[in-house]
């Protein structure tokens, strides 16, 4: 078929910015909070969310485009927007989303938790009971961890740590030397809680809390006996995370990335944040310091750190102000401790996560560790999680004299750190630890068992959209597969062969994986979906994913819609395709549902004239799953199966009224209601259809 896409879908124009619509998430998050059918603790928990989310934004997404805009480096992006503009862009959004999240702090749930019984006390508002209690804990808890620091010419401006709170002080009179005193640094000592709760017998209400940063404000003329402190400002600095490590360069990768990880919290500034009370002069000179612009300075209108009240979540029981508590249905056959092996055998195990509990695949990797018929384990890990039961279970197969090869992804952002642990943990127990591909992340989640039954070798797989982590196994929407499928096996055993071996590119039979065979098929699906509907026949594309950037399957994509093929995308996060557009995407709807679990499966179905296929993977339609990373596209073969994930991951999520906001040619979103329908939320019918 010809490829070549019509000049008028080259424009630019037809491509949102990736960074501003991955900035536009974050307004959806926070919409949670405001919501009063969201429970308020749950409010308080998206704020967070939010705030958390918009750091990672600055220490990836805008440190990146401060570097191309430093280096001069050419940005290929569809949109062909310039990074000084687009850091312009940022810079009005990021601006409203900081205010917005304020406005809901104070004037929204702040309110709604003291009606509730639940305060977050300042200092003007601490009785003397109190007063004397906050002082007895600065002077035993907080003072002998501070270490203040004077700003003088033997003590310059020092490194202050990525994301560390840090109060600027104004000093007058003369320290112990006869110095004149001008200015000192304090840290919040990073051991210590942020927030502090006020004890039952002194709390004004059933539960009271105060900032870690009040107290210092408090009592911080007793880090300076004898001067006088005319005012102390709570700042934070955001630094780029992004780790560069030139993997063609270096020998041991592992080692590089250890040494890359020791200077991460001390990288380029990317964002000032300061107290909305600190004097212009003080704004001022943290700027020359981190040497940052009056634009890339956020005043905070609270507490700089008030993503840190997440910490009260778990402090609070009640229930009442919480999502309700929720069993994950357990697979049968691991309730009835039968066989994982036969039930497998039997016909494939669909698991759709966090409605279905994740031990299936534990006890999978605990049964094969145990079982003498088993052979060999392989597995990939992406992010897995502290103690993990499954790398007990890894460790425990090796020991057993089972060949245990475990493919660690190294860079897994924020996660380096852990997995270089669990690298030498498994490498220490006999496991065979493969660091990946030098270029490609390793994305994929694959599990493949190799089992000696009646003489003959049988593959056992688990493929899955979301990573094998058992915590957010139960805050992540994915799907895992479990089969015995022999195609399917055997391709899973040539992708481990890949990775491992560095063998040649490889001939799938029933899987697509990047950075090979993915984009080219997706990219013919999608031009059959444009062959039928030309011919008259049944055309649709409806597909799921966190995000969609990939230039050339978006312009695939108005291609097939002005072919008349129907096409529904239900994408969680950032979204460059515009929907809507007359004659280039008129057939083209885009939503994205934000509820109590984090979108996470991907799941991609053709019509096929009829004839339906339907995929699940790891990959979502961008840049750098398509291309460059590994990643995995299982098809689901079972009828019934495929028939649950149609129903349960498209179906159900395009039917959502209450949870789902549609995208606009414009890039915005318009959060949709029920009007005149029955309200419908795709999570919580599924929370009734797989609970029961």
Not at 26 to 49: G, H, K, M
Not at 444 to 459: C, D, F, N, P, T
Not at 649 to 666: I, P, V
Request: hydrophobic share 40%; net charge negative.
């Amino acid at each position: 078929m010809n490829r070549e896409v019509p000049q008028n879908l080259k424009n630019p124009s037809l491509h949102l910015n990736r960074e501003l619509a991955q900035l536009e998430f974050n307004f959806r998050v926070l919409a949670q909070a405001e919501d009063t059918s969201v429970p308020l603790l749950e409010r308080l928990r998206y704020l967070c969310i939010s705030c958390t989310n918009l750091d990672e934004f600055f220490e990836v997404r805008v440190a990146m485009l401060r570097r191309h805009l430093a280096l001069n480096e050419p940005r290929l992006d569809p949109d062909a927007v310039p990074p000084r503009e687009v850091l312009a862009h940022i810079r009005d959004r990021a601006t409203t989303l900081v205010k917005a999240q304020y406005d809901c702090w104070n004037w929204i749930l702040i309110p709604a938790l003291e009606r509730e019984g639940i305060r977050f006390s300042k200092r003007g508002e601490w009785t003397p009971t109190q007063r004397h209690w906050l002082h007895e804990y600065f002077r035993n808890e907080i003072l002998p961890v501070l270490s203040p620091l004077g700003l003088d010419p033997a003590h310059p401006f020092p490194r202050i740590l990525n994301k560390s709170l840090t109060l600027a002080v104004v000093l007058q009179g003369r320290d112990a030397f006869g110095h004149e005193g001008h200015m000192a640094l304090v840290r919040a000592p990073r051991s210590l809680p942020r927030i502090i709760r006020i004890p039952a017998e002194v709390a004004q209400t059933p539960h009271e809390f105060v900032f870690l940063a009040s107290v210092l404000h408090e009592f911080m003329d007793e880090l300076f006996p004898g001067m006088q402190v005319l005012g102390s400002y709570q700042f934070r600095v955001t630094r780029n995370s992004e780790l560069f490590v030139d993997e063609e360069e270096v020998e041991n990768i592992a080692l590089a990335l250890r040494d890359e990880l020791k200077g991460r919290g001390y990288a380029k500034p990317v964002r000032l944040e300061v107290a909305d009370n600190c004097p212009q002069a003080i704004a001022d000179m943290l700027m020359q310091n981190f040497e940052l612009s009056d634009t890339e300075v956020y005043r905070c209108e609270g507490p700089v750190n008030v993503n840190r009240v997440n910490a009260v979540y778990d402090q609070i029981h009640r229930p009442d102000l919480k999502f309700p508590a929720f069993a994950p249905r357990v697979l049968p056959a691991v309730l009835e401790e039968h066989s994982l092996f036969e039930a497998i055998r039997e016909r494939d195990i669909l698991l759709h996560h966090p409605f279905e509990s994740f031990n299936a695949v534990i006890e999978l990797v605990r049964e094969a560790s145990a079982d003498p018929d088993v052979l060999a384990i392989k597995q990939t890990l992406y992010r897995v999680g502290n103690d993990s039961p499954l790398i007990d279970h890894l460790i425990d197969a090796a020991r057993q004299g089972k060949d245990v090869t475990v493919v660690i992804e190294l860079r897994a952002r924020f996660d380096e750190e852990a997995n270089l642990r669990l690298a030498n943990r498994l490498q220490e127990a006999g496991v065979q630890v493969v660091y990946g591909v030098v270029g490609y992340k390793t994305h994929a989640k694959m599990l493949l068992i190799v089992r000696r039954e009646q003489g003959v070798l049988r593959r056992y797989t688990h493929l899955s959209t979301g990573n094998y982590h058992q915590v957010t196994s139960r805050l992540y929407t994915d799907f895992g597969l479990m089969t015995a499928n022999a195609d399917i096996g055997e391709d899973t055993h040539l992708l481990f062969l890949q990775l491992s071996g560095l063998g040649p590119i490889i001939k799938l039979k029933c899987l697509l994986h990047s950075p090979f065979t993915l984009h080219k098929g997706l990219m013919e699906k999608i031009e059959r979906e444009i062959a039928h509907a030309q011919q008259g026949k049944p055309a649709r594309i409806i597909a799921k994913m966190n995000a969609l950037n990939e230039g050339s399957v978006v312009e695939m994509l108005y291609r097939a819609s002005q072919a008349g093929v129907q096409i529904d995308l239900i994408v969680r996060g950032a979204c460059t395709l515009r929907p809507g557009l007359p004659d280039v995407s008129q057939n083209i709807r885009v939503r994205s549902i934000v509820g109590r679990f984090l979108e996470h499966s991907r799941v991609y179905w053709f019509q096929n004239d009829d004839t339906p296929e339907i995929y699940c993977s790891s990959a979502d339609w961008m840049e750098r799953n398509l291309l460059r990373r590994i990643e995995t596209c299982f098809p689901i073969l079972d009828p019934a199966l495929a028939q649950r994930v149609f129903d349960e991951s498209l179906a159900n999520y395009l039917a959502d009224n209450t949870s789902a906001w549609r995208l606009e040619s414009d890039g915005s979103y318009t959060r949709l209601t029920p009007g005149d329908h029955p309200p419908h939320s795709a999570q919580q019918t599924l929370l009734a259809k797989l609970m029961q």
